[in-house]
């Protein structure tokens, strides 16, 4: 099932003002020449992986757009355009919807529900929903409904760590979970093997599985370690800046 999952990415160029997004992290602004650089050295490898990327231009005024991640849930049958917990992003979704309308039947979340893609983990025909500060009920409730069309489950889940559900959890392909220790109990994920991760290095659980190859944050060691074991290539990104600005692997992409 890992081979050739996905085969196309959508991302969107960081602008001058990627340092003036939202972020609770307590880690300084970032560094706009690295970023940048960071930014591109994640589209290249997803080139290399062999995805055909579609790179959108920066959006004027929206510093956080580059995340494409929390404006659309993209699942094989249709693209969910979310509606933004944050309201300083809600007017992102108008050109991802355009993007995506090239490649899938597009449907809507609409207010009052809100739902940031960040908080949506989809494996198989089951959907975990983070309800967060970003994602609220009725944004699930919503979902859960539009994706009956399709048979998926959908299952909600407490936020409690971090700014999204993907901030502690992440699927790796086949039937495997990288976990924060606060998740991995969790009953609704019995049934998968995990990976757990390590207090001191919770950030890695944002690791991103993309066909046969898993990118991971560089700087986390038992981690890289643990993914080592699987029989999947791992490669370390630096995304030092990005982590400043309360982003990571997964939510600078669209992948279907
Ligand atoms: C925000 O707070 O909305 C952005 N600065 C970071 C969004 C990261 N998105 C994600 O992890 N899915």
């Keep these: 099932m890992t081979d050739r999952y996905f085969k196309n990415a959508v991302v969107r160029l960081p602008g001058e003002d990627a340092g003036e997004g939202l972020t609770t992290a307590s880690l300084g602004k970032p560094n706009l020449d690295l970023l940048r650089r960071q930014h591109l050295s994640y589209v290249d490898t997803l080139g290399e992986i062999g995805l055909q990327v579609e790179v959108l231009p920066h959006l004027k005024g929206f510093p956080d757009a580059y995340f494409v991640e929390d404006a659309a849930v993209v699942l094989p049958e249709v693209a969910i355009i979310t509606n933004s917990g944050a309201s300083s992003r809600r007017g992102e979704h108008n050109s991802i919807e355009s993007c995506l309308a090239k490649f899938k039947n597009i449907v809507r979340i609409h207010q009052p529900g809100t739902i940031d893609g960040g908080d949506v983990l989809a494996i198989d025909r089951r959907c975990f929903v983070g309800i967060s500060q970003r994602t609220n009920r009725q944004g699930a409730n919503q979902l859960a409904e539009l994706l009956q069309d399709w048979d998926y489950q959908t299952v909600t889940i407490d936020v409690?760590?971090?700014?999204?559900?993907?901030?502690?959890?992440?699927?790796?392909?086949?039937?495997?979970?990288?976990?924060?220790?606060?998740?991995?109990?969790?009953?609704?994920?019995?049934?998968?093997?995990?990976?757990?991760?390590?207090?001191?290095?919770?950030?890695?659980?944002?690791?991103?599985?993309?066909?046969?190859?898993?990118?991971t944050p560089a700087g986390y060691p038992t981690t890289l370690a643990a993914l080592s074991r699987l029989d999947l290539d791992v490669c370390e990104v630096d995304v030092s800046e990005i982590q400043k600005m309360d982003g990571g692997l997964t939510c600078m992409s669209l992948r279907f």
Excluded: C, M, P
Aim: a negative charge.
């Design 160 to 215: 409690r760590d971090g700014l999204h559900l993907k901030s502690s959890v992440n699927h790796l392909g086949d039937n495997r979970l990288i976990v924060s220790r606060q998740l991995a109990s969790r009953t609704e994920f019995d049934s998968f093997d995990k990976i757990v991760v390590s207090e001191d290095e919770l950030y890695s659980a944002n690791t991103l599985w993309v066909n046969d190859v898993l990118l």
